[in-house]
């Protein structure tokens, strides 16, 4: 950093040189010169001085956690990840990693297809009987997911059931909406339950509904009261004050102005928002299981007890599915709102996609 | 019979005088055209007279009421139209009427028959019958103005306020939408004001007109009125030649003068 400010220095006073022809730099340039080079020096021993004091916290951060001089066990790590990468020799010589020993296990334990319900749906000639069975009463549309479906359905359950209250919380904590010192009532009971992690939402509702996905569900949807009404509230603040006024002159009553001129201005913002808190509400399904609330989570965790790293590796592999489709239903699904593209219709969005996969892959 | 009375009206933002002791009266039915460079106070009488602001001094009454607040027989119709993106023309059209519904009959769009044919009859006063169904983002500046005009009109005002509607709008767009504005005050029998910079326009459209400077009143009169000395004195050092030059039907004294200048 020192060097740098020397360097532009230099150059500048060569330049300076070049265009007064030696001494005869007029006082006001060469006093503006002094001055930027001074706040350049300071700047520069600010900067020092910072980067100094993150070494030290830093320092200070490591011996808090014990990485100073950790307690490292190399060998059994090496070991653990050979567990999570099974080698089989295939004719005895090529080694290469075992996915059947994954698959096989993501078929036993129903990680992501159920048969049981599956098959009431997929068999030929179809069975109307099943089918409805399947639909209405089984409900399998998500159990045919087996626990991948559990943990979808503990993240779409906790997304649905904390909307009404995120949009209620969020609207009212608005400045704009609920005058200054009362939108607070709103704005801290949000930031009171963003405080506290999803899984901890868990442990408090086990004695009301048991350890199980009913209770994770509901500490999601909590959860996502605190998390999506703070977005709201951000998305408030960014409105433009012409419709609000538009309103006003109508003779609109109060929630009639909140509902016309603030909320149909956000509508698509709020419904971006909230497929991306559903995305973050599936991970949070994920570790909410491993406190035992079922799912996939707690698919990892019971494997991770028995020492089963290979299992446990099958497991992670079906989370990254599962992630992995959600964010992208969902990113696809919000980049289409935010566009002001005339929208396609279903049919177009599955019969173009291999059309416009092409497209942005010649691109 | 006077409609709008203006009573020594004055508005102070902080030290900056907006308006400044402004008095007048209106009769019903007048299209009355405000006047005036940037900064000399329109706006702020404007939305003064819609209860969007509240007079620092002196008093408004529309009708023989004061203005103490938005009131639902006071349409505005603002430069950026202030419409839902969002919404078709029909829904916004619709919004107009909402303080005559609930909140969720109005939410829903549950409002009684002859209310939605208010809102289409509005529309079909401002030529977008046919483009009812189309989202308000989608449509062009001048169509989108269109829109906030028939949301004004199904409000069923008796005074129309319009606020430089036609100042982010190409001549052609300006013109028909003056047109519709003048079409609606005239069908409904409204008492308009329009503040409007073009002076061409406003000698086209306009009846009476009054003149702020400086948020001073420096002119009210009608048509026959209003000089080149007046509109000189309105625009100051500004060049007036050519403003009157679009306006070729007008073989008014003042034109006439423009001309051989």
């Known amino acids: 950093m020192t060097t740098d400010t020397t360097d532009s220095d230099g150059t500048s006073e060569s330049g300076a040189v070049g265009v007064g022809d030696g001494a005869d730099v007029p006082d006001r340039i060469a006093e503006q010169f002094e001055n930027i080079k001074r706040t350049r020096r300071r700047r520069a021993f600010g900067w020092l001085g910072l980067a100094a004091f993150l070494a030290f916290a830093t320092l200070q951060a490591f011996a808090a956690t014990e990485l100073l001089n950790p307690d490292a066990r190399l060998e059994t790590f090496v070991e653990s990840l050979t567990g999570f990468f099974p080698i089989t020799d295939y004719f005895g010589v090529i080694p290469f990693l075992d996915i059947g020993q994954y698959t096989s296990f993501i078929r036993q334990e129903n990680l992501l297809y159920d048969p049981d319900i599956g098959g009431l749906l997929f068999q030929f000639p179809p069975n109307p009987t099943d089918i409805y069975a399947f639909f209405f009463q089984e409900l399998g549309i998500f159990q045919i997911f087996g626990e991948a479906g559990i943990t979808l359905a503990m993240g779409f359950v906790g997304t649905i059931l904390g909307f009404p209250f995120a949009l209620i919380f969020g609207t009212l904590g608005s400045e704009r909406v609920t005058p200054f010192p009362f939108n607070f009532l709103f704005r801290g009971t949000m930031s009171f339950i963003r405080a506290i992690p999803a899984i901890i939402w868990t442990l408090i509702f086990i004695p009301f509904l048991g350890l199980g996905p009913a209770s994770a569900a509901i500490a999601i949807a909590f959860d996502t009261i605190g998390n999506l009404g703070r977005l709201f509230v951000d998305e408030l603040e960014e409105i433009e004050d012409g419709p609000i006024e538009a309103m006003r002159t109508t003779g609109a009553s109060k929630p009639q102005i909140v509902f016309f001129g603030m909320l149909s201005q956000v509508r698509t913002g709020f419904i971006a928002w909230t497929l991306y808190i559903f995305e973050i509400n599936v991970r949070a399904a994920v570790t909410v299981g491993v406190i035992g609330a079922g799912g996939l989570g707690y698919v990892l965790t019971s494997q991770q007890n028995l020492l089963r790293f290979t299992e446990m590796m099958a497991t992670l592999l079906a989370i990254f599915l599962l992630i992995i489709s959600v964010e992208l239903f969902s990113q696809r699904l919000r980049s289409r709102l935010r566009s002001d593209d005339v929208e396609m219709s279903l049919w177009e969005l599955i019969t173009g996609f291999p059309r416009r996969m092409v497209n942005s892959a010649m691109k | ?261």
């Open chain 2, 1 to 261: 019979m006077t409609y709008i009375e203006v009573d020594g009206l004055t508005k102070r933002f902080g030290d900056t005088v907006a308006i400044d002791d402004v008095s007048f009266e209106v009769p019903a039915g007048e299209f009355v055209i405000v006047l005036g460079v940037s900064g000399s106070g329109k706006s702020t009488l404007l939305r003064t007279l819609s209860g969007l602001l509240s007079p620092t001094e002196g008093e408004i009454r529309i009708d023989g009421d004061a203005m103490l607040g938005p009131r639902p027989e006071v349409a505005m119709i603002f430069q950026q139209h202030n419409i839902i993106g969002d919404m078709t023309a029909y829904s916004n059209s619709l919004s107009g009427g909402v303080h005559r519904a609930g909140f969720l009959s109005s939410v829903l769009q549950l409002q009684d028959t002859p209310e939605k044919h208010r809102a289409l009859d509005a529309l079909d006063t401002v030529g977008l019958l046919s483009e009812a169904e189309q989202k308000a983002r989608s449509m062009s500046g001048g169509q989108q103005q269109r829109v906030g005009i028939a949301r004004a009109l199904v409000q069923q005002p008796n005074v129309l306020l319009a606020d430089e509607p036609v100042a982010s709008l190409d001549p052609g767009s300006a013109q028909s939408v003056m047109e519709y504005l003048q079409t609606a005050s005239d069908d409904r029998d409204l008492t308009t004001f329009c503040s409007l910079h073009q002076v061409n326009i406003a000698r086209k459209f306009g009846h009476r007109f009054i003149g702020l400077r400086d948020g001073e009143k420096v002119f009210d009169g009608y048509r026959d009125e209003l000089t080149i000395d007046v509109i000189d004195d309105l625009y100051g050092d500004i060049d007036t030649e050519g403003m009157f030059v679009r306006d070729d039907d007008d073989d008014d004294a003042a034109t006439d003068e423009v001309a051989t200048t």
